[in-house]
Nanobody, 123 residues
């Protein structure tokens, strides 16, 4: 079983930046593809970004391309989401997710979820 704990959320003005972190417990971290999802009030949870176990493959939602960067440090069992040029529409609870495979394949379908961290962007 893998446990995921997010941190780094908060409130920021539009145009600002935040970096989310997700610390993972469990077995060999590099054997898990990792990702970030978000859920805004009244909306369904949506994919944001994903990264393969080695870090060599990354996917992004069109809405965040060029603004967000996903990365990982396998020595620290941690995945990050650097969010720049934040917009009010980025306001959501952000969830870290893990997949029981190092490979992303066609999509990121998680097996594990974190508890979420709130990101609020004001205009």
């Amino acid at each position: 079983q893998v446990q995921l704990v997010e941190s780094g959320g908060g409130a920021v003005q539009a145009g600002g930046s935040l970096r989310l972190s997700c610390a993972a417990s469990g077995r060999i971290f590099s054997t898990y593809a990792m990702g970030w999802f978000r859920q805004a009030p009244g909306k369904e949870r949506e994919f944001v970004a994903a990264i393969s176990g080695s870090g060599g493959t990354r996917y992004y939602a069109d809405s965040v391309k060029g603004r967000f960067t996903i990365s990982r440090d396998n020595a620290k069992n941690t995945v990050y989401l650097q969010m720049n040029s934040l917009k009010p529409e980025d306001t959501a609870v952000y969830y870290c997710a893990g997949k029981r495979s190092a490979f992303l394949g066609a999509s990121m379908i998680p097996d594990y979820w974190g508890q979420g961290t709130q990101v609020t962007v004001s205009s």
